[in-house]
């Protein structure tokens, strides 16, 4: 059984570009959420995708967008990228939209510059 | 008030000791109830589901308090690898929100 793959593990890229992290969520799982997570602060719950649609978000704004695909794998794209946005950005994997719990990948750091 | 409050510690305690560290929350409609542990650098990890009745894991036992919105952690026999950050998690399943609180650092010292 293979767990929580992110992709990459570390980005850095300039303010206002566009970027997109990737997750395979572990197998058998049908529900992937997504967090942002600054230094010293818990994840923060950027959205959820539950068979291919999104079912819950957090307060980020729409320049946040994601999908999930049939293979419940799932993509995190950030627009115009601002600074604020650098972070530890991860991704966890559930069963029916986490009624037991989430497992996580180990992230990717973005750094914007 | 915030969604998920925990006290950020840090909480120094000697190996063997037992622990507690409480987690309050502010809506009343959160319906399910997690303590994640996480280590420096590396990402959450479930450590157990918090039930109505209390559930117990080993030396981990956690509790659950409608009435007064608030989860706790007991750890009991403190082993220096139990250092780590210990966050709160609750779920809106009406919104489908996932609400982690900052988290609470524990050192176990030797």
């Given amino acids: 059984e293979t767990g929580v793959t992110q992709s990459p593990t570390h980005l850095i890229k300039t303010r206002g570009q ?3 992290l990737r997750c395979s969520s572990q197998s058998g799982h049908n529900t992937v959420s997504w967090y ?5 602060q818990g994840p923060q719950f950027i959205f959820q995708y539950y068979r291919e649609e999104e079912n819950g978000r957090g307060n980020f704004p729409p320049r946040f967008s994601g999908l999930q695909f049939p293979n419940y794998s799932s993509e995190l794209n950030v627009n115009a990228l601002e600074l604020d946005d650098s972070a530890l950005y991860l991704c966890a994997s559930s069963l029916a939209r986490g009624v037991d719990g989430y497992t996580f990948g180990s992230g990717t750091r973005l750094t914007v510059v | 008030r915030k969604e998920v409050e925990q006290d950020p510690g840090p909480f120094n ?3 063997g000791a037992t622990v507690a560290f409480n987690c309050t929350y502010s809506n009343s409609a959160s ?3 997690f303590w994640y542990r996480q280590d420096c650098r590396k990402e959450p990890k479930l450590l157990m589901s918090v039930y109505s009745s209390g559930n117990e894991d080993g030396r981990f036992t956690a509790q659950l308090n409608r009435a007064s919105q608030y989860i706790s952690l007991l750890i009991r026999d403190s082993k220096l690898s139990d250092s780590a950050t210990y966050l709160c998690v609750v779920t809106l399943n009406r919104d489908d929100k996932i609400i982690f609180g900052k988290g609470t650092r524990l050192h176990i010292l030797p």
């Fill in chain 2, 13 to 15: 305690v000697p190996e």
């Fill in chain 2, 31 to 33: 319906q399910s109830f």
């Fill in chain 1, 18 to 20: 566009q970027v997109t």
């Fill in chain 1, 36 to 40: 942002q997570q600054a230094l010293g």
